[in-house]
C-alpha cells in the first residue's frame, strides 16, 4: 500500500496491521462499509476480526463516504452538525496504555470549541482539536501544538498511557502522561454525549488501535504500512 502525505510518500513491503501484536479496532473506508444509495454510512465493520464495528441507525445522523479521497481510496466524511458513529461497549476494554493511528485530513476551525475525533462514553479516553492544537487524554490531558487544513491528509499517532505522545506524519508534537485509563468503546465524529459543539468536521480513511503502547519497531512497521 502506498499512500501520500504533504511531506512524505513511501511505497513499501507488503505489510497489515493484524501482523502487528494487539490490533484491537480496524476501521479503513474501502472495506467493511454499509451505505444507502445516497452513500450514507450505517455501519463500519471492524477488520481486527475482534466485531468492534461503529454504527449509526439514524439516517441524518450518518457520515458520507466519498470515493477517491487519498491515493485513489475512499473516507468517511463527518459533517461537523450532526455525525456521529458509535460502538459504546466493547466486548473487551484496553485497560492500561494503547496506542492508536488515524490516517484524516484533521481539519477544523479556529476558536476554543472541542471538535472530537473520537471519544469514549466508558472511560473518556479521547481526541479533540481546538484553537491551540490536539488535546488527548486517558485521565489526564496532553496537548500539542498544530493545525490541520481540509482536504489535506497526515496521519497521527496517538500513545495513551505514561508514556503518551502526539506525532503527526511522524514528527512529536507533544510528550508527557495521559494518564491510564484505557479505553472501552469508541465514538467517532462528536463528544461522546453528542453535546452540540463537539461535532468535528472531519475526514477519516483509517483508524487502527492497539491494546499496548507499540515498541519502535513495531511503529515503523505500522508506518511502513501507512506510507
Not at 76 to 89: C, E, L, Y
Not at 131 to 156: C, P, Q
Amino acid at each position: 500500500k502506498s499512500t501520500t502525505s504533504p511531506s512524505v510518500t513511501w511505497t513499501g513491503e507488503s505489510i497489515v496491521p493484524t501482523d502487528i501484536s494487539g490490533l484491537h479496532v480496524w476501521l479503513k473506508a474501502d472495506a467493511g462499509i454499509t451505505k444507502d444509495g445516497s452513500d450514507l454510512v450505517s455501519a463500519w465493520a471492524d477488520q481486527s476480526g475482534n466485531s468492534n464495528n461503529v454504527t449509526q441507525a439514524t439516517g441524518t445522523n450518518q457520515p458520507l463516504w466519498e470515493s477517491s479521497q487519498i491515493s485513489g481510496l475512499p473516507s468517511v466524511s463527518f459533517n461537523g452538525t450532526d455525525n456521529w458513529m458509535a460502538d459504546t461497549a466493547w466486548g473487551s476494554a484496553i485497560s492500561g496504555s494503547f496506542t492508536i493511528y488515524i490516517i484524516t485530513d484533521n481539519w477544523w476551525p479556529g476558536g476554543s470549541d472541542a471538535k472530537y475525533v473520537f471519544d469514549s462514553s466508558t472511560t473518556r479516553a479521547y481526541c479533540y482539536t481546538a484553537g491551540d492544537g490536539y488535546h488527548i487524554a486517558s485521565t489526564t490531558e496532553l496537548i500539542g501544538a498544530g493545525t490541520g487544513t481540509k482536504d489535506v491528509w497526515s496521519y497521527l499517532r496517538l500513545t495513551f498511557g505514561a508514556n503518551g505522545n502526539i506525532s503527526k506524519d511522524g514528527v512529536s508534537l507533544a510528550s508527557a502522561t495521559t494518564g491510564t485509563g484505557g479505553m472501552g468503546g469508541l465514538n467517532l465524529g462528536s463528544r461522546f454525549n453528542q453535546s452540540s459543539e463537539s461535532f468535528a468536521d472531519v475526514k477519516i480513511a483509517e483508524i487502527l488501535i492497539y491494546d499496548t503502547e507499540l515498541s519502535a519497531s513495531d511503529r515503523l512497521a505500522v508506518e511502513k504500512y501507512i506510507y
